[in-house]
C-alpha cells in the first residue's frame, strides 16, 4: 500500500470552511472539492494528497517528507561528528534511542546511511523499547557515581610560560608579540619572553573522570619568592600564545628559601565529571598548595 489514511475530526472541517469562508448550502460548493481542486491540485497535481471530509489520503512519499525534516539534520549532524578520524576510528556501534527511534523509517535512513553496507560499517542497536532505554539511561546517570567513564576535550587546557629571548626567536615567536611581552630578569641577566602557552590536556583528548595529569616546571630563578600560576584554554587545538587563548583563573604560589632543589613547581590537573581541580605547589613544599575549580568543556555530552 501506497498511501495512508489520516483520521480527520468535525471541528478540523469547520476550521477549513471557517477559513476559506465556505458554506456549502449557501455557495453550492463542496469543501471537499474545493480542497482537492484550488489547494492541493496546485501543490500536488500526481494527487499525493487527497481529502475527504472523515479522511486525509497521503502518499507514502509525503509521509517521507514530513520525516525528513527531522531526519536529515540528524543524519548530517551524525556525518559531521564522523568527520573526526579519531572519533570515526573508536567508533563501531551506533544505538538508536528516543521515540523517533521507534520509526521504521527513520531505522531503515539510519542503517542505510551508517550501517553494515554503509561506508562506516557501523553496527546499530535498535532496543525493543527505544523510549525506556533513555528513561533506564537518565535514572542510571542519576543514581551511578562516574557512570560515564570518560568525555572528549573541545578546548585545549594549559598554563603560562615563558621562554627565554634566543628560545622565543629560535622558535619563531612572532616579533611583536616578543616585545609587548618581554621582561628582563635581573637574576639572570637574560630578556624572558612572556605569554607561551605550554599544554596540560589536548583539544579532542579523551579525558577519564577522576584523571591527573601532572606537569613539573621550575621558578625562573631560585630567589624568586613567589610565582604566578595563571590557567588557560582555547578552542585552537595547538595555541602558542596566551593572548589569543581563554584566561581562567591565576594562583600566586609562595617560595620559603633560595635553595635550587627547591625549585620545583608541581601542576596538577585533576578532571571529574565536568568539574576541573587545578592544584599547584612547590615540589618540596606541598604545605604552600593553592587550588582552583573550573568547569570544562567537553564534546558529545
Not at 25 to 35: A, G, H, N, S, W
Not at 105 to 126: A, H, N, P, V
Not at 131 to 154: K, P
Request: net charge negative; hydrophobic share 35%.
Amino acid at each position: 500500500e501506497q498511501s495512508r489514511n489520516v483520521s480527520l475530526t468535525y471541528d478540523f472541517n469547520s476550521f477549513l470552511e471557517e477559513a476559506y469562508n465556505i458554506d456549502d448550502e449557501e455557495d453550492d460548493i463542496e469543501l471537499q472539492d474545493y480542497i482537492n481542486n484550488n489547494l492541493i491540485k496546485e501543490l500536488y497535481p500526481n494527487k499525493e494528497i487527497e481529502f475527504n471530509e472523515e479522511y486525509l489520503t497521503l502518499h507514502v512519499s509525503v509521509w517521507k517528507s514530513m520525516f525528513d525534516i527531522c531526519v536529515n539534520p540528524i543524519i548530517d549532524h551524525c556525518k559531521s561528528l564522523c568527520s573526526d578520524k579519531r572519533l570515526l576510528k573508536n567508533t563501531k556501534y551506533v544505538c538508536l534511542v528516543g521515540g523517533l527511534s521507534s520509526s521504521e523509517y527513520f531505522r531503515q535512513r539510519i542503517d542505510t546511511e551508517f550501517g553494515l553496507s554503509s561506508s562506516y560499517k557501523f553496527i546499530l542497536i535498535k532496543p525493543e523499547r527505544p523510549m525506556l532505554t533513555v528513561v533506564e539511561g537518565a535514572a542510571l546517570f542519576g543514581i551511578t557515581d562516574n557512570y560515564i567513564q570518560a568525555r572528549v576535550l573541545s578546548k585545549t587546557y594549559g598554563v603560562e610560560g615563558a621562554l627565554f629571548l634566543d628560545e622565543a626567536k629560535s622558535i619563531k615567536i612572532p616579533d611583536s608579540h616578543i616585545e609587548a611581552h618581554k621582561l628582563y630578569h635581573p637574576h639572570h641577566e637574560k630578556w624572558r619572553v612572556t605569554g607561551i602557552f605550554c599544554p596540560i590536556a589536548t583539544k579532542n583528548d579523551t579525558i577519564y573522570t577522576k584523571q591527573v595529569i601532572q606537569r613539573t616546571t621550575t621558578r625562573a630563578h631560585q630567589n624568586d619568592s613567589y610565582v604566578s600560576v595563571t590557567i588557560w584554554c582555547s578552542t585552537q587545538k595547538h595555541p602558542i600564545l596566551t593572548p589569543t587563548c581563554q584566561h581562567l583563573a591565576s594562583m600566586i604560589i609562595k617560595f620559603d628559601g633560595t635553595d635550587a632543589k627547591d625549585s620545583d613547581l608541581e601542576i596538577e590537573f585533576h578532571f571529574y565529571d565536568t568539574l576541573l581541580r587545578v592544584f599547584a605547589y612547590p615540589k618540596t613544599q606541598p604545605h604552600h598548595k593553592k587550588e582552583v575549580e573550573l568547569q570544562y568543556t567537553t564534546n558529545y555530552e
